[in-house]
């Protein structure tokens, strides 16, 4: 249990630190941006409370906004998404299949779930995200190609640490 | 009663993201004006203690670029003295000026936070209220205009700057003296601005130089960027055109704060005509 709450903290620094100080200076094009913060939010455990859940997708939302200067914004986006999550994980997987406290990581779930997983989220999170911070119909077609790269670059790049911290199934 | 707590607890995914979502969406649209986000913002004080120590950081990447727009200065500044000027009278005369009074002062700042890959980009600054800056300032650099000063803490304060959908400052053509206002281009170019609303009897050229106009914030004559296309968008009765940004906003280290000394006499005086009115 313990051993769960520490790995999630060092993640929720580690990536806070990447998404600030490295990835804020990253753009392709001045069109893709990255957003790999919100994986935090995606690789929780499972058997994690819905309040607490909420709350601390809450939290990293108003961490990123506080470096971002733009209070409330991802914090918003960040809500939506534990929301879809819910909603997706009570579809996708059955609530009594899993015992030692598995995450929906990669190298536990497998390529193909963790893969619609990771795009199905991410596509709703910078949908919010690109449209609540422009939130302008002359400038729609801007948005969505943002929002269309940077989506691919997002999920490129979870994939990528996903494969880095592959870990052989523990299961038997 | 009962039936409604068990439908509470049985979709209570739904109604925590309820909660939370109007939360952030109140902080969001309260506070997104700028007004008084101190306690979520970059001159907050653990974030703005960390960007100033990985700006700290960063500086030596930039030295090169540094030293050679401060040596540019320099000959440009050494060009302007007295002893470089060739002095083709013989008789002394002094010139006590009482004509000119000097109406602009700068403050120097070093940028601390800067981004350029949004829709929205602010610039954070390390001088604040102490140092003499307040909200509504014009900010330059050495190369030309960089923005307007949004939020002023004691010790740093945060820019919005040209690359801004709000950003909108009157400028104009350099040669015929037309005014307009210039604004960032939405495709999100950091190079790229659009000078808008010029009368039709202008006749830019392309390369025409583009400076800050006498009602702006700004001393006039600040430059802005170089017209670089002429057909960019028609706007009716007026000339819209593309115009390159003199300022490369991804290099930003050091700018100066306007402080113009008749302001609050303007703001003052333009508020009492209004009230007459």
């Known amino acids: 249990m313990s051993r769960i709450i520490l790995t999630n903290l060092v993640r929720f620094v580690a990536l806070v630190f990447l998404q600030v100080f490295l990835l804020k200076n990253f753009t392709l094009y001045n069109i893709s941006t990255p957003y790999i913060y919100i994986m935090f939010i995606l690789l929780l455990p499972f058997e994690i409370p819905n309040v607490l859940l909420f709350v601390l997708a809450f939290i990293m939302g108003i961490t990123i906004d506080a470096f971002y200067d733009t209070p409330g914004l991802h914090a918003a986006s960040c809500v939506v998404l534990a929301f879809v999550r819910v909603l997706f994980i009570s579809i996708t997987v059955q609530k009594d299949g899993f015992d030692n406290e598995p995450e929906p990581t990669l190298s536990m779930m497998g390529f193909r779930w963790f893969f619609t997983y990771a795009l199905i989220l991410t596509l709703v999170h910078h949908f919010f995200l690109f449209n609540l911070e422009v939130f302008r119909f002359s400038e729609i077609p801007y948005t969505l190609s943002r929002f269309v790269l940077s989506s691919i670059f997002t999920v490129f790049l979870m994939l990528l640490s996903g494969f880095l911290f592959f870990r052989k199934k523990e299961r038997k | ?97 009482t004509n000119y009074k000097q109406q602009y002062t700068f403050i120097e700042a070093k940028v601390i936070n800067n981004s350029i890959n949004r829709r929205n980009n602010y610039i954070t600054i390390d001088r604040g209220t102490l140092q003499g800056v307040a909200k509504g300032m014009g900010v330059i650099c050495g190369s030309g205009l960089v923005g307007k000063v949004v939020f002023a803490g004691e010790h740093l304060s945060v820019v919005q700057s040209l690359l801004h959908k709000d950003s909108r400052f009157s400028a104009m053509l350099a040669t015929g003296k037309e005014l307009g206002y210039i604004e960032w281009s939405d495709d999100l170019n950091p190079h790229k601005g659009i000078l808008k609303d010029v009368s039709n009897n202008a006749q830019p050229k392309l390369g025409e130089a583009v400076v800050t106009s006498e009602f702006s914030l700004f001393p006039a004559g600040i430059p802005i960027g170089k017209v670089s296309n002429l057909h960019s968008r028609q706007g009716g009765y007026s000339l819209n055109m593309e115009v390159t940004l003199a300022v490369d906003f991804s290099k930003l280290q050091y700018v100066d704060v306007v402080v113009n000394k008749l302001a609050n006499e303007q703001a003052g005086l333009e508020a009492q005509q209004k009230k007459d009115e």
Do not use: C, P, W
């Open chain 2, 1 to 97: 009663m009962r039936n409604l707590l068990i439908f509470i607890t049985k979709y209570n995914a739904f109604f925590l993201f309820l909660i939370f979502e109007i939360i952030s969406l109140v902080i969001y649209i309260k506070y997104n004006s700028f007004q008084k986000a101190t306690f979520i913002s970059s001159t907050a004080r653990v974030t703005g203690a960390l960007y100033t120590q990985v700006n700290g950081a960063k500086d030596y990447l930039h030295l090169k670029d540094v030293n050679d727009s401060l040596a540019k200065e320099n000959a440009r500044l050494r060009g302007q003295l007295k002893t470089s000027f060739y002095k083709d009278t013989s008789a002394k005369h002094e010139v006590n000026d």
